[in-house]
């Protein structure tokens, strides 16, 4: 049971460039979410979603964006990288909209230069 | 954006001393979770809170919900080095499908 994959663990992107950071679970969970952790700021909400085909913003979802065509599969778009979103993103999801708590991902550590 | 307060944000102790920290809100939370996070990897959720003045233990780890359900507060006792990491908070409301987490509390244990 593999849980919650993030690709890839590490990414460079110059400014300007888009990407595309993977998140996939295999425990049949409803709800997902990106997160982004920055030194002293904790964990910030980027955009979640409580089902396939329903997505919906966090905290801070300025150039970012979602899509969840399918239960397993929550990929979050950069549109086009900026130094400030250099940060550690990860993806988490829960059984449901409830409140058992998330299972994350280990990661992805993006710089942006 | 709401974020909860956490309290040390980093804290020195050494080995097979208590800790303490706590988590406090200017919002109401029906739920309160505590997550730990080792380097280089996602958070892990420890323990799980569900009502006002509930005190629950995993192993060395006790927390408690805040009867305000303001606040919540994690001890850990008798430390060991592999305590070491970043202990989040994040609390939970009914119909909002949001979790809002904590700034984190960074532990250190000095062998």
């Known amino acids: 049971n593999a849980g919650v994959t993030q690709t890839p663990k590490f990414q460079v992107l110059k400014t300007g460039q888009s990407m595309t950071l993977q998140c996939a679970q295999d425990m049949n969970h409803e709800y997902m979410s990106w997160y982004r952790q920055d030194p002293g700021m904790g964990l910030r909400l980027i955009h979640y979603?409580?089902?396939?085909?329903?997505?919906d913003q966090g905290e801070v979802p300025n150039g970012y964006n979602v899509s969840r065509s399918t239960t397993e599969d929550f990929p979050l778009r950069l549109l086009s990288a900026a130094p400030s979103q250099t940060s550690v993103y990860f993806c988490?999801?829960?059984?449901?909209?409830?409140?058992?708590?998330?299972?994350f991902g280990s990661g992805t550590r993006l710089t942006v230069v | 954006g709401q974020q909860l307060n956490q309290s040390p944000q980093s804290m020195f102790i050494q080995e097979g001393e208590d800790v303490s920290m706590n988590c406090t809100s200017s919002?109401?939370?029906?739920?309160w979770l505590w997550y730990k996070q080792d380097p280089g990897e996602g958070p892990v959720l420890l323990i799980a809170l569900y009502k006002a003045g509930e005190l629950t233990s995993n192993g060395r780890l006790t927390a408690q919900f805040g009867i305000t359900r303001k606040d919540s507060f994690l001890n850990i006792s008798a430390s060991i080095p592999s305590d070491v990491g970043i202990y989040f908070c994040a609390g939970f409301t009914s119909g909002t499908y949001k979790y809002i987490f904590g700034t984190g509390t960074r532990l250190k244990v000095l062998a």
């Open positions: 919002s109401i939370f029906n739920t």
């Open positions: 988490a999801s829960s059984r449901d909209s409830s409140n058992y708590g998330y299972t």
């Open positions: 979603s409580v089902g396939a085909g329903i997505t």
